[in-house]
């Protein structure tokens, strides 16, 4: 079945840095793709969702980049302030199938003043 | 500002226990899933209805879970005799479709402690 390796584990930045974290997963099949993120004691809140037929999504603060090619999927938070400390989670989906999400294992990012 | 709701939001249990924690999704979501997030992030998938059919479950869940989404009333998720091993947030989602392009909407979870 379908993995995705999420990288890094843990990521400690200043705050005005950008801070980039990737997944690859394995299932060409995958199609739908989402950047969640999760604050302590709070759901998961999504932040983008990606579809196979783009690449490159802006949002408010941070940059999601899909490469087909290589089966990977990134999140790139520009000028990450304190408010960006959570636990961030990649997630995907096949096309056919009911709907079932593989996640990433993580990345918890603080950003310090 | 979540609107999946999920109760309890602490559940507190002895080994051998029964576990029940319900979920009440989006309105209008058909699509109702269960997911187990343990104390290293790591996501498992449970099982997911559409209205009140099972669409899948894993192996763990059809041996040692009941799981119901009854017309009209909360969906549930039932461990028959808790582990220690099971003690994991339970996160619910809900969406409009099998199709994901809706991402599923998720609830606060239910955190579950085993003793």
């Known amino acids: 079945g379908e993995q995705v390796e999420q990288r890094p584990p843990h990521l400690s930045v200043r705050e005005g840095d950008s801070a980039f974290i990737t997944c690859t997963y394995t299932?060409?099949?995958?199609?739908?793709f989402f950047w969640y993120k999760q604050e302590p004691g709070a759901s998961l809140q999504l932040l983008m969702k990606v579809f196979s037929s783009t690449e490159i999504n802006e949002g408010q603060g941070f940059t999601v980049l899909l490469n087909k090619k290589d089966k990977q999927l990134s999140l790139n938070l520009t000028a990450a302030h304190p408010g960006d400390s959570a636990a961030y989670f990649c997630?995907?989906?096949?096309?056919?199938?009911?709907?079932?999400?593989?996640f990433g294992d993580g990345t918890v990012l603080t950003v310090k003043p | 500002n979540s609107k999946v709701i999920q109760t309890p939001r602490y559940l507190v249990k002895g080994q051998g226990q029964k576990a029940k924690m319900r979920c009440i999704p989006e309105?209008?979501?058909?699509?109702v899933f269960w997911y187990q997030q343990n104390k290293n992030n790591e996501f498992k998938f449970l099982i997911n209805f559409q209205n009140q059919e099972v669409l899948q479950q894993i192996d763990m869940t059809e041996k040692r879970f009941s799981a119901e989404c009854p017309s009209n009333s909360p969906c549930s998720l039932e461990i028959q005799s808790s582990e220690a091993g099971d003690s994991a947030l339970y996160l619910c989602a809900s969406s409009l479709s099998t199709v994901n392009n809706q991402a599923p909407l998720f609830g606060e979870g239910t955190r579950l402690s085993v003793l």
């Open positions: 299932d060409p099949n995958s199609y739908y």
């Open positions: 309105k209008g979501h058909p699509v």
């Open positions: 997630a995907v989906s096949a096309r056919t199938n009911t709907g079932k999400l593989t």
